[in-house]
C-alpha cells in the first residue's frame, strides 16, 4: 500500500518502516528505561523494607540474648554466659551497622541519640557485672543488673528501638508510594505513545501483507524445488543408513569377539597359573604329609624306650638327670604330641587349599557337568580372602552366607566361578570406596557386608543373591552396566570387561538371568538365575 502526500509526491515503503520504527523507538525506549528503573528502585525498596524489619527483630532479639547473657553470668558466675555475651555483642553491632547503611536517617534523630546512650548505659552496667562475677562478688552483680537504674534505661533502649522501627516503617511507606506514582505516570506515558503508534503500524502492518504475499509465491516454487531434492537426499540417505547398520554389526561382533577371546585367554592363563601352583604346592605337602605319620609312630616308640628306661633305671647318673632338667623333658614329652598335631593340621589345610585352587579354576572340566554351586562360592571367596581383611584404618568385610539346599547344577563350573569372582571384587571396590568416603568426611565407620544366598525358585531354575552395601550405583549408569568396556572406576583400575562377561556367561552360556538392584549410597544386589539342567 502506497501512501500519498500529493498527487505527484509519494513515500517509499522503505522509508515509511524506517520512520515508525525510529518513531517507536523514540517515544518507547525512555519509556522502559524509565519503568526498568522505576521497578528497579521499587523492587531495591521492598528488599530494604523486608531487611529492615528483619535487623530490627535481630536487633530486639540479639538484645534480649545479651540483658538474658548478662543475668546468667550474674546467677551461676559461669565465665560460658559471658563468652555467650561476647559473642552476641559483635553479632548485634553487625546489624546495628547494615541497619544505619540502610536507613541512615532513622538513626540521626533526638530519640535516636537517647536510645544510643540507654544502650552505652546498659552496656556499662553489664561490664561492671562481669568484673564483679570474675571477683566472686555474685550478689552485687545480681543487685546492679536488677537496679532501677538498670530497668529504666533498658525501658527507654526497648521503647527507642521500637520507636526507630515504627519510623522506618513509615518512611519506606511513603517512598513505596512516591515510587507508585512514578510508575502510574510512567504507564500513562507509554499507553499514550502506543495509541499514537497504532496508526503508523496498520500502514506498516499492510505493506508487510503485500510483502508476505509476494514471498509466499516465491516460497511455493521454492518449496516444489527442495522436494526434488528432498527425495534425492532421502534416497541416498536410505542407503546410508543400510551402510550404517551393517557397520554397527560388524563392531558389535568385532566387541563380541574380542570380549570372548580376552576371557579365554584370562581364564587359559588363570587355569594355568593355579594349576602349576597347586602341582608344585602339592608335592611337597604330599611329602610332608605322608611322612608324618612314620613320625608319629617313630615319636611313639621312642617316648615309650624313654619311659621303660626311666623305670628300669630309677636312679640315672648325675650327667643324665642335668641334662634331663636341662632340656625338660616332661614338657618335650607332653607337647611333642601336639606338634605332630599342627603340623598334620596344617598340612591338612595347605592339601584342602590346592583342592579349592583347582576347584576354582576347572581346567580339567571344560564340559557342561552337574557341580555344587556353593563349592565353586565357597572356592572364590577363598581366593579373595586376602581383600576381606581390614588394612590400615580399613575393617573386615563380613561375609553372611545363606545358602539353600540347592541340587547340582549343569554348567560351565569355572565359567561360573569367574562370574563370581566378577560380581564379588565389584562389591568390595564399592564397600571399600563408600568407606574411604566416610573416612574422609569423618563421618560414622559404616558395617562392611556381603551377604551371599541361594534357593530354588521351582523345578527348572536356582537363584544366587550376592548383596553388598557399598556406595550402590546411580540411576545413569544402570542401563550401560553390562556393555562391553564400560567402567566407572579410574583409569588404570577397571577395564569394563568383568560384567560383560558375566552377562554373556550367565545368559548366552547357560541360558539365565542376572539383573542388578541398587540404591544409591546403601546398597547394590546382583541377582542370577541358571537352570538346573540346561537344554541340548
Not at 556499662?124 to 562478688?137: G, I, P
Not at 512514578?182 to 499514550?192: C, E, G, R, T
Not at 581390614?390 to 575393617?395: D, S
Amino acid at each position: 500500500m502506497k501512501m500519498y502526500i500529493t498527487n505527484k509526491t509519494k513515500i517509499p515503503p522503505s522509508q515509511l518502516i524506517t520512520v515508525t520504527v525510529l518513531l517507536t523507538l523514540l517515544l518507547f525506549i525512555p519509556q522502559i528505561w524509565l519503568n526498568c528503573q522505576g521497578y528497579y528502585n521499587f523492587n531495591n525498596l521492598t528488599k530494604n523494607e523486608f531487611r529492615l524489619q528483619k535487623l530490627s527483630d535481630e536487633i530486639i532479639y540479639f538484645d534480649e540474648v545479651l540483658t538474658m547473657s548478662a543475668r546468667m553470668n550474674a546467677a551461676t558466675g559461669n565465665l560460658m554466659w559471658e563468652q555467650r555475651y561476647r559473642q552476641f555483642e559483635h553479632k548485634l553491632d553487625i546489624a546495628i551497622q547494615e541497619s544505619i547503611k540502610l536507613a541512615p536517617q532513622a538513626y540521626k534523630s533526638e530519640d535516636a541519640k537517647k536510645t544510643d546512650i540507654a544502650n552505652q548505659q546498659l552496656i556499662k552496667m553489664e561490664y561492671q557485672s562481669f568484673n564483679l562475677v570474675r571477683k566472686n562478688e555474685k550478689i552485687a552483680a545480681q543487685i546492679l543488673l536488677s537496679s532501677p537504674e538498670y530497668e529504666t534505661q533498658k525501658q527507654i533502649y526497648a521503647d527507642g528501638v521500637t520507636k526507630r522501627k515504627h519510623n522506618i516503617s513509615i518512611q519506606l511507606q511513603q517512598q513505596v508510594a512516591e515510587y507508585r506514582q512514578k510508575i502510574f505516570w510512567a504507564i500513562l506515558a507509554s499507553i499514550i505513545s502506543l495509541i499514537l503508534l497504532i496508526p503508523a503500524w496498520l500502514l506498516v502492518l499492510n505493506l508487510l501483507h503485500g510483502y508476505l504475499k509476494a514471498k509466499k509465491n516465491a516460497q511455493t516454487a521454492l518449496e516444489e524445488a527442495n522436494s526434488i531434492l528432498e527425495m534425492q537426499v532421502a534416497s541416498r540417505t536410505e542407503k546410508l543408513n543400510q551402510k550404517n547398520l551393517q557397520l554397527q554389526q560388524t563392531l558389535q561382533e568385532l566387541q563380541h569377539t574380542q570380549v570372548q577371546l580376552i576371557q579365554t585367554e584370562k581364564m587359559s592363563s588363570l587355569g594355568q597359573l593355579v594349576a602349576g601352583v597347586a602341582h608344585e604346592i602339592n608335592n611337597p605337602v604330599n611329602f610332608v604329609y605322608g611322612n608324618l605319620s612314620y613320625v608319629r609312630e617313630y615319636t611313639h616308640k621312642l617316648l615309650t624306650l624313654i619311659n621303660l628306661y626311666q623305670q628300669e633305671y630309677s636312679h640315672p647318673n648325675s650327667a643324665i638327670t642335668s641334662l634331663i632338667d636341662e632340656i625338660d623333658l616332661n614338657f618335650i614329652i607332653n607337647d611333642l604330641a601336639k606338634v605332630l598335631g599342627s603340623m598334620t593340621i596344617g598340612t591338612n589345610r595347605i592339601r584342602e587349599i590346592v583342592l579349592t585352587l583347582r576347584n576354582f579354576s576347572r581346567l580339567d572340566e571344560a564340559e557342561m557337568k552337574p557341580v555344587d554351586i556353593h563349592e565353586g562360592i565357597d572356592s572364590t571367596l577363598l581366593i579373595l580372602q586376602h581383600r576381606f581383611q581390614g588394612k590400615h584404618e580399613q575393617t573386615e568385610i563380613v561375609i553372611i552366607k545363606d545358602y539353600g539346599d540347592l541340587p547340582l547344577v549343569e554348567c560351565y563350573a569355572g565359567a561360573l566361578n569367574q562370574v563370581f569372582m566378577n560380581i564379588l571384587s565389584n562389591a568390595i571396590d564399592a564397600i571399600r570406596q563408600k568407606e574411604f568416603e566416610a573416612l574422609k568426611a569423618n563421618t560414622k565407620h559404616p558395617y562392611n557386608s556381603i551377604i551371599i544366598s541361594t534357593k530354588v525358585k521351582n523345578q527348572e531354575n536356582v537363584i544366587i543373591s550376592i548383596k553388598d552395601n557399598g556406595i550402590g550405583i546411580i540411576e545413569e549408569v544402570k542401563p550401560r552396566l553390562f556393555d562391553p568396556f564400560f567402567t566407572t572406576k579410574p583409569i588404570g583400575k577397571g577395564t569394563g570387561l568383568g560384567l560383560s562377561i558375566s552377562y554373556q556367561t550367565i545368559v548366552n552360556k547357560h541360558k539365565g538371568k542376572i539383573e542388578c538392584n541398587s540404591v544409591l549410597g546403601k546398597s547394590t544386589e546382583f541377582v542370577i538365575e541358571i537352570p538346573i539342567k540346561q537344554t541340548r
